[in-house]
């Protein structure tokens, strides 16, 4: 044991299993494989490995889409927060959203951040989509991530209509009175919609009703709209996300070949 | 053995692994079919705890001739409006979307807060995206002499409306 010393301390870490099988090392560290350690990691490199200069401009990419998902997950940490203190019962949602704003210690600035936030990330998807238009990148062989890219603008779009009814004030309650009334003429399985009556469909068995849990906006609807806000379209909204990123790792920027600079 | 290349004979096609291949892929079929169609089906309760859609508006005394009444509209949202026919209850739901009017005396309008449409006081469509007038409720009178309202008949169709049970008729 002569050579316990502080000096060996971090060497026997990094060769402990424990690290090793974090960090799986098993090949030798030259030049190559430095790089590759960086660009095969997600967290250092989440853009394409080889990619152009003109593509990383900012003047290309306006930075859209990341902006999007740092939105996303700063929606993400506040809403949890929220979710500490808000009950989704007739009696006390709109109570607590104003304690949240007059009472609790710092709960005005996260319910802005929430709430702004998801302006700003409805706002910033249809910036992204502009942006990915203007620049043809959803031409193939980035076509299918275009495909994706609207998935998730439809459930950013669900996600921002969810969250409109949980503070359960005027607005809320009329907004999603009306968006839901909307659903009445799906085709198909909306009761007002075309064909409906060849299936029966009627106010009380059509989509809307399950939506709503009812036949108008009430307690059973707040906490329907709850439950899918706050889990059932962030997870489907993350594996859509997880996708869209693969596929932008995989088929790379579209400003590879700049048209004139 | 005259058969042709690639078809399978008797035995082959009733091997235990084809047996086995059905067996297995039919009770994953199965399962996930019935999970699927138990999760939709779990989205439509077979019991609401909605409230009634009948409720007792008073007495016909309680309302004069060319009123139009907002006494339960909070509530139940209809207005009881009495002219020289009778008293019909008009229903508050905008034929637009669905949101709340309201009864502008001065005007004589009733008008939708959320996407402007208009009617007159006999519920017609006069201005606005509502694509048809609005609704009488059906209403009638208990033993007691009480107005019934039952909002769940409903008729919008002039004619049709102006007509039992859509109008209870007094002298």
Redesign the interface.
């Known amino acids: 044991m002569a050579n316990l010393s502080l000096k060996n301390v971090p060497q026997a870490i990094v060769e402990s299993q424990i690290w090793k099988s974090i960090f799986r090392h098993g090949y030798t560290m030259n030049r190559r494989n430095r790089l590759l350690a960086i660009t095969n990691n997600v967290f250092y490199h989440i853009l394409p490995t080889k990619i152009s200069k003109y593509g990383v401009r900012m003047r290309f990419h306006w930075g859209a889409g990341i902006i999007t998902f740092y939105l996303f997950l700063i929606l993400t940490f506040t809403g949890v927060l929220l979710m500490f203190y808000y009950v989704p019962t007739v009696p006390r949602a709109y109570y607590d959203m104003k304690d949240l704003q007059h009472v609790v210690p710092f709960g005005n600035i996260l319910r802005n951040m929430h709430r702004y936030g998801a302006h700003a990330m409805v706002f910033m998807v249809m910036v992204h989509m502009a942006r990915t238009f203007y620049t043809s990148s959803y031409k193939p062989p980035r076509e299918f991530n275009w495909v994706v890219g609207v998935i998730l603008l439809n459930f950013t779009f669900l996600l921002s209509f969810s969250g409109y009814l949980l503070p359960w004030d005027q607005l809320a309650i009329w907004a999603v009175t009306v968006g839901t009334n909307m659903a009445r003429a799906t085709p198909l399985i909306g009761h007002e919609g075309p064909f409906a009556n060849l299936i029966g469909m009627k106010v009380n068995n059509d989509i809307r009703f399950a939506l709503l849990g009812g036949t108008t906006v009430g307690s059973a609807t707040l906490l329907r709209f709850y439950v899918l806000h706050c889990i059932g379209f962030p997870i489907i909204l993350t594996i859509f996300i997880v996708v869209h990123f693969w596929r932008v790792r995989r088929d790379g920027f579209s400003g590879d070949v700049p048209v004139r600079e | 053995m005259a058969r042709a290349a690639g078809a399978l004979s008797a035995e082959e096609h009733a091997t235990r692994r084809r047996l086995l291949s059905f067996l297995g892929w039919g009770s994953f079929v199965s399962f996930f079919s019935g999970v699927t169609i138990g999760s939709l089906r779990f989205?439509?309760?077979r019991i609401?705890y909605?409230p009634s859609q009948q409720f007792i508006a008073g007495k016909p005394e309680d309302y004069q001739v060319g009123e139009v009444s907002t006494r339960m509209k909070k509530e139940q949202r209809v207005w009881m409006i009495r002219d020289q026919m009778g008293i019909y209850a008009l229903i508050s739901v905008c034929t637009h979307?669905?949101?709340?009017p309201i009864w502008h005396s001065t005007e004589n309008r009733i008008k939708c807060p959320?996407h402007g449409s208009n009617f007159l006081v006999d519920g017609q469509n006069v201005a606005g995206p509502a694509p048809s007038p609005l609704f009488r409720a059906a209403i009638s009178l208990d033993l007691a002499g009480n107005i019934v309202v039952d909002k769940s008949q409903k008729e919008n169709q002039p004619g049709k409306r102006d007509e039992p049970p859509f109008i209870l008729p007094l002298s």
């Open positions: 989205f439509f309760p609401l909605e979307l669905g949101c709340t959320c």
